[in-house]
């Protein structure tokens, strides 16, 4: 069974850092691209990031260029989101998520994870 | 970033109604359009891909079609587990995005 199992969420200050996790399994994780997908409570899905299944190319959405760096470690089946320079509007609920290629069904996030909660207040 | 807005935002409708919800990109995404639901307080889930593409377990009442920048989401017959948030999504450029959302509801 695919399992996606984020982490790292919590409370932060203004102006601190985070770095989530994303532990998959069920799986060959290193086969896959992967993405973190942001959602505030209440509000819509955001997509933040992606990155090759490799972890030598990432894209990001133009509002999280510079502050957010997503990244993986093939070897423990993990994918990461480091947050720097919080901000309020960073509190939101991260999904990590699994990148699906078809030849007849075009690229899609196949598999999610339940999410990781950030808080950011001082 | 490719801008993808749904209409309406929300809408309300009965157990057997058809619904169409309705999707438009800042331009072209080619046939990478992508369809999930939401329910409250659970992660996303895919319905369909590539415009028309019905994942495996999912209703045939629900349907895709479109090209270019607009496309819809169409279901025919609601149930009472349709009752949800849905999202088009594309897959076209390398920064991935979201449509704001349209939650149907009773």
């Known amino acids: 069974e695919v399992q996606l199992q984020e982490s790292g969420g919590g409370l932060a200050q203004p102006g601190g850092s985070l770095r989530l996790s994303c532990e998959a399994s069920g799986f060959t994780f290193s086969d896959f691209w992967m993405h973190w997908v942001r959602q505030v409570p209440g509000k819509g899905l955001v997509w933040v990031a992606r990155?090759?299944?490799?972890?030598?190319?990432?894209t990001y959405a133009d509002s999280m260029k510079g502050r957010f760096t997503i990244s993986r470690d093939n070897a423990k089946s993990t994918l990461f989101l480091q947050i720097d320079g919080l901000r309020a509007e960073d509190a939101a609920l991260y999904y990590c998520?699994?990148?699906?290629?078809?030849?007849?069904?075009?690229?899609?996030?196949?598999?999610w994870g339940q999410g990781t909660q950030v808080t950011v207040s001082s | 970033d490719i801008q993808m807005t749904q209409s309406p935002s929300s809408l309300s409708a009965s157990v057997g109604d058809t619904i169409t919800i309705a999707c438009r990109a800042s331009q072209s995404v080619s046939g990478y359009l992508n369809w999930y639901q939401q329910k409250e307080g659970k992660a996303p889930k895919l319905l369909i891909s590539?415009?028309?593409s019905l994942q495996s377990g999912v209703p045939s009442r629900f349907s895709g079609s479109g090209s270019e920048t607009e496309f819809s989401l169409t279901i025919s017959g609601l149930q009472p587990e349709d009752f949800a948030t849905y999202y088009c999504?594309?897959?076209?450029?390398?920064?991935?995005?979201f449509g704001q959302g349209t939650k149907v509801e009773v």
């Open positions: 990155i090759d299944s490799g972890g030598r190319s990432a």
């Open positions: 998520a699994r990148e699906y290629y078809g030849f007849w069904s075009g690229y899609y996030l196949d598999q």
């Open positions: 590539w415009i028309s």
């Open positions: 999504q594309q897959g076209y450029s390398s920064s991935w995005s």
